[in-house]
């Protein structure tokens, strides 16, 4: 890439990218109306096609908004989750808390397919990510929000950082805590996000150690409901199948409301990750959230919108970095490049 656009430089083209690239530092920063003049209908777009997919899989939005965390938290929010396998990507797919796990990707591709139909080469994958977030959110019952848009492409993916960054379902408080700091999101913002959890499914390999002998103890995990315990068994048993997926909210599994919170009040979180926001004895800031959030919906849902903006804004590509790609599976091909200006094979 660099060594391309150093080669572009000849006296015109030079002048052109130092004309693009002064663009783009002006308008660095991501904006809602990004796709006002060029791809007005986006949102729209998105939508419908989510509403056809959610008509067969009730789950998909939960899928969608899932991808677009994993997204963010492996060097930025840029797309590169949805890079398959090549000669030049190890795939970000296939990372412990991602393979077999993530789930979405032919409904972005329909996406894509008709963004490209409507407004060729214009909208990026990451984008698209954060508006299928938004509006799968929206569709369940929860609140709409104006995406914040102009992320572009990235022409890489990183396996092991995508093994390193996103939380694990077993990983105490403390820890997660702080790799949600390293992002740049703070307990309330954890807490709020945590509330996504309120639609979607969670195979039994993320919470089987809760449910016989957790933490060496020869018990379950205390802090699990007695009546939810057998129910949980019962889905789950000793040596069955650990990719049997169950509701992450029991309580309403595919609207998008406060619901998760209240359980977590009556230990009927899912996963360990979820129950100790409110069973922790280290920390009560996500106790008092946990607390908030149930008693007053709107504050959830306000501060939800707030922390998936903050979300979104990890380390975008913008201006003329990265590429707008055409398949989200796969970088473009340099040599057919139509987002071209500065990467065009000179
Ligand atoms: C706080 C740290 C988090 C941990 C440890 C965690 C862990 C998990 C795990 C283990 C699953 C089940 C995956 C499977 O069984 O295949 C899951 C599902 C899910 N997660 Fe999280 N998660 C976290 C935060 C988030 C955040 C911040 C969001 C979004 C804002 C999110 C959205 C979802 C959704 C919607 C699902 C269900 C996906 C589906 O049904 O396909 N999670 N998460
Ligand atoms: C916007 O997209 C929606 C969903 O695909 C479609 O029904 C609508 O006609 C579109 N509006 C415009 C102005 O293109
Ligand atoms: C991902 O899962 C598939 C199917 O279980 C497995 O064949 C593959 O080796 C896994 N990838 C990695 C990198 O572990
Ligand atoms: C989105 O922005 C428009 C104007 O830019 C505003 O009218 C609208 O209320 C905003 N919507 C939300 C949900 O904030
Ligand atoms: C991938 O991420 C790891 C962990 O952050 C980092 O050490 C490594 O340098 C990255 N690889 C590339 C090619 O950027
Ligand atoms: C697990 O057990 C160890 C040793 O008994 C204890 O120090 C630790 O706090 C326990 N962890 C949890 C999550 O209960
Ligand atoms: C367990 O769940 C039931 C049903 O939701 C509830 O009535 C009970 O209070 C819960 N027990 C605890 C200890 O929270
Ligand atoms: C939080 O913990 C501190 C110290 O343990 C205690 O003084 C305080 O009352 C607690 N606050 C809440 C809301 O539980
Ligand atoms: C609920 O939270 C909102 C802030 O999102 C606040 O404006 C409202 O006053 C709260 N309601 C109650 C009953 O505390
Ligand atoms: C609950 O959250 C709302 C919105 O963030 C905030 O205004 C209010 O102060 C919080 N209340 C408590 C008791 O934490
Ligand atoms: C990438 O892999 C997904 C499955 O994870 C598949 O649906 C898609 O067609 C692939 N895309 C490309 C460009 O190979
Ligand atoms: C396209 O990129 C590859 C490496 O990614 C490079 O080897 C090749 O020379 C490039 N082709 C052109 C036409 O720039």
Known sequence: ????????????????????????????????????????????IVRGIIEEALTTDARIGASLIRLHFHDCFVNGCDGSILLNNSATIESEKEAPPNNNSVRGFGV???????????????????????????????????????????????????????????????QPLDVIITMFSTMGLDTTDLVALSGAHTFGRA??????????????????????????LPTLQGICPQNG???????????????????????????????????????????????ALVNNFTANQTAFFDTFVVSMIKMGNISPLTGTAGEIRLNCGKVNDNSTESDGLLYSSM
Not at 215 to 220: E, F, I, L, T
Request: with cysteine.
């Open 1 to 44: 890439m660099s060594s391309s656009s150093s080669s572009c430089c000849t006296l015109l083209i030079g002048l052109l990218c130092v004309v693009l690239l002064g663009g783009s530092l002006s308008h660095g920063q991501l904006s809602p109306t990004f796709y006002d003049t060029t791809c007005p209908n986006v949102s729209n």
């Open 203 to 228: 195979q039994c390999s993320t919470f089987i150690n809760r449910l016989y002998d957790f933490n060496s103890s020869g018990n379950p995990d205390p802090s699990l409901n007695t009546t939810y």
């Open 108 to 170: 972005v591709d329909d996406i894509k397919t008709a963004l490209e139909t409507a407004c060729p080469a214009t909208v990026s994958c990451a984008d698209i990510l954060a508006v299928a977030a938004e509006e799968s959110v929206s569709l369940a019952g929860g609140p709409s929000w104006n995406v914040s848009l102009g992320r572009r492409d990235s022409t890489t993916a990183n396996r092991t950082a995508a093994g390193i960054f996103l939380p694990g379902p077993t």
């Open 241 to 287: 199948d650990l990719t049997v997926v169950t509701n992450l909210d029991l309580t309403t599994p595919d609207v998008f409301d406060n619901k998760y919170f209240s359980n977590l009040q009556v230990l009927e979180g899912l996963l360990n990750s979820d129950q100790i926001l409110f069973s922790t004895t280290e920390n009560n800031d996500t106790v």
